[in-house]
């Protein structure tokens, strides 16, 4: 039976897959459309690029969380690999410590960021504050800490069911 921390993990990682999915799928829409307005109809949307900048932090920040869960980020393993097996647990433990320290890092400074930024506003959207376009860097800082917590704790989770990506799902057990 799951650990409840896992089951919430769980839930993270898929509303982290959705609105990263849900941003890069936005973007796709409202750049073409800022590139038609300028070169098509000649006014050019002065929305367009502040909004996709807001999506892809989103995109960036968020994703990368999820990556960081399922193991498909980009890791340089080569010192840790040629550790002698007695030492693979304590490197691991240290690697994704040092991670921790760098998302509270990111959380903190972020955070302060975000409400330093807060009163000022984007010149094309006006209605927009700046610390709101800022807001995916703690918020994706503070979902992958919650990750590191869990691979800390609990252990890789890259081959959890919600993780794994369908070609994986249906190899044969050993393949995995």
């Not at 995109?59 to 869960?69: E, K, M, P, S």
């Not at 917590?149 to 959890?160: C, D, K, M, T």
């Not at 070609?167 to 057990?173: I, Q, Y």
């Amino acid at each position: 039976m799951d650990h409840p921390y896992l089951r919430l993990m769980d839930q993270i990682y898929l509303a982290s897959i959705w609105i990263a999915g849900a941003a890069i799928a936005l973007m796709s829409l409202i750049i073409p459309w800022g590139v038609f307005t300028r070169y098509v109809l000649g006014t050019g949307s002065q929305w367009p690029e502040p909004i996709a900048i807001l999506l892809m932090m989103s995109f960036t920040f968020i994703g990368a969380a999820a990556a960081y869960r399922a193991g498909a980020h980009i890791a340089v393993t080569m010192l840790t690999e040629r550790l002698p097996a007695s030492l693979h647990r304590a490197g691991e433990v240290l690697v994704h410590g040092l991670m921790a320290v760098v998302c509270l890092f990111v959380v903190f400074y972020g955070t302060r960021l975000c409400v330093e930024t807060m009163g000022q506003t984007i010149a094309e959207l006006p209605w927009l504050p700046v610390g709101v376009t800022y807001a995916a860097i703690p918020i994706g800082s503070a979902i992958t800490l919650l990750f590191v917590i869990e691979h800390l704790v609990y252990g890789s989770q890259a081959l959890r069911a919600i993780v794994i990506h369908e070609e994986n799902a249906s190899a044969p057990e050993g393949a995995r």
